[in-house]
């Protein structure tokens, strides 16, 4: 393992210039998405920084600058660093601990690869030049000030990021929003492996959470393994008090970083899951725990991962954080997270995947809605969270040794697959947890993350009205799709597809679809079900029968509102 860096400084000062400054030299989503390509930043999104990289080298305007610095990692020469903050400098960069001085060897050694050689192939003759230099000689290469290394003094010397920091948009209830966020640096772009208590930014877990989180105006929020402190931030769009809790003593400094960079006030509480906040409740809860399943073994070779190990042993951190939220929770609160949960290897991971999560859940005083998006064997599973934390960066027999340990460790446990999903869980008063909770589980969401108010929607659906007694309304989206054997005058089968919400298709029976058609507000289900049957000749309580689940399904899922 590495040693980490110091946190940043909380100097709120030095910190207000850096925001300034950044605002300044128009460092945003915005104008990146004018310089980059939508490829480069697909890439980006991979961890693959090259094809920004290709694209940047020619340009030197202070958001290109501050992209290659703090996003790329190339060192950048303290002059370029002065252009582009202006107010902040280099010299405050170092003082917030965001940048250190590096040896002009080192900074050539290092930036040749990955910032010379671009430029120099873009420039033929640039590109002449270093070939027909000696090999013995190291090759000329300019710098984001467009000065070559033996023409810049001494006093301008070479600095290198010790943390990511980029811009990130946001559009919420209140409005748009553009946030700077410091992160620790990857693999990627350090070239080495991750300190235990690496700091991890905004990747694809991260942006799930964020799009599924219910944006409703809440008076208190609680983000529980805060990480980088993004998801407190946004929670800071539409709470009133936001508390972020992290067993991390590094996550909790950089979201208080963050958050001062950024103008929010979030209260930052270092602490393992709920116990900072024992005895508190709040109106909406988020959290991306460290719930990947890492045996013994594992922890005692590589050590143990801080932002997604708990220390916990198997799946359990994900129970423990299910079994304590309600405490946490405000009558009628929301708690939402990401999560996985270990499939005994005798039961079908499609259709047999919800028993662990049934039995975390059962006598808890709430309405959940779960939702299994994935579903990986042990090997694949083992392979991404090894390959996750800089597996490239390992020696063969290293990783050899990990993965076998890994994967004879799920092998022992009996476990057939992980499925990896979400939860989302309503806080129940007195009288609705006397009749108990109610629970509902979905398989998949054809590749669509839920927005939040699909996830409101379908906890409020779990409550609705006497199905028979109520006029549904078909959403406004959903269409019908038939298919028919040739000369027949049947349809053999019809597909019910929703265009926006959760954008699902959904094969139905005659009887459903038919219910589905006739539900315009005005007539109760169970009047359309009596008018099926009459037309049909089938009996009522047949087609009840036949309808009653499929329906409750398309309700949750958005097709029908009541």
Known sequence: MTTSVPVPALDRDLIGKLRADAIASRWSVEHLQTVLSAAALDALMRDSRLPALVELAEQEDPAATLT????????????????????????????????????????????????????????????????????????????????????????????????????????????????????????????????????????????????????????????????????????ATHASRVVATDLSARACALTQFNAALNEATIDVREGSLFEPVEGETFDLIVTNPPFVITPDSVRGAAGLFEYRDGGMDRDNLVRAVLREAPACMARGGTLQMLANWEIPGDRDPDTQWSGRVDEWLEGLPVDAWIVQRDVLDPARYVDMWIRDSGGQLMDRADYERAFTSWLADFRRAGTGAIGMGFVALRRLDEAEAASGGRRAYDLSLDGRVPRGAD?????????????????????????????????????????????????????????????????????????????????????????????????????????LTF
């Open 68 to 235: 290659r610095f703090f996003i790329l990692g190339v060192p950048a020469r303290a002059s370029a660093l002065d252009q582009a903050l202006p107010s902040l400098g280099a010299l405050g960069l170092e003082a917030l601990g965001l940048a250190a001085a590096i040896d002009e060897a080192d900074a050539i050694d290092e930036a040749d690869a990955i910032l010379a050689l671009p430029r120099l192939c873009a420039k033929r003759a640039g590109a002449q030049e270093a070939t027909a230099r000696p090999a013995t000689t190291v090759p000329a290469m300019t710098d984001p000030s467009g000065e070559a290394p033996g023409s810049v003094e001494a006093s301008d010397p070479w600095m290198r990021a010790l943390f990511d920091l980029r811009p990130h948009a946001a559009t919420t209830p209140d409005g748009d929003h553009e946030w700077w966020v410091a992160s620790d640096l990857s693999e990627v772009q350090t070239g080495k492996p991750l300190c235990d208590d690496h700091v991890l930014g905004i990747g694809g877990a991260t942006l799930t959470l964020l799009e599924m989180t219910v944006r409703e105006s809440v008076e208190s929020a609680l983000d529980v393994g805060c990480g980088c402190g993004i998801q407190a931030l946004y929670l």
């Open 455 to 559: 996830v409101s929607w379908a906890l409020a659906s779990l409550r609705g009205p006497e199905l028979w007694d109520t006029a549904l309304t078909r959403a406004s989206d959903v269409r019908e799709e038939r298919h028919y054997v040739p000369g027949s005058p049947d349809p053999e089968l019809l597909i019910l597809h929703q265009g926006a919400g959760l954008g699902r298709s959904v094969p139905v029976s005659s009887a459903v679809s038919a219910v589905v058609g006739a539900s315009d507000g005005e007539l109760t289900v169970g009047q359309i079900v009596a008018a099926v049957a009459t037309l049909t000749g089938a009996q009522a309580q047949q087609v009840r029968e036949e309808v009653e689940a499929p329906l409750r399904d398309l309700i949750r899922w958005g097709f």
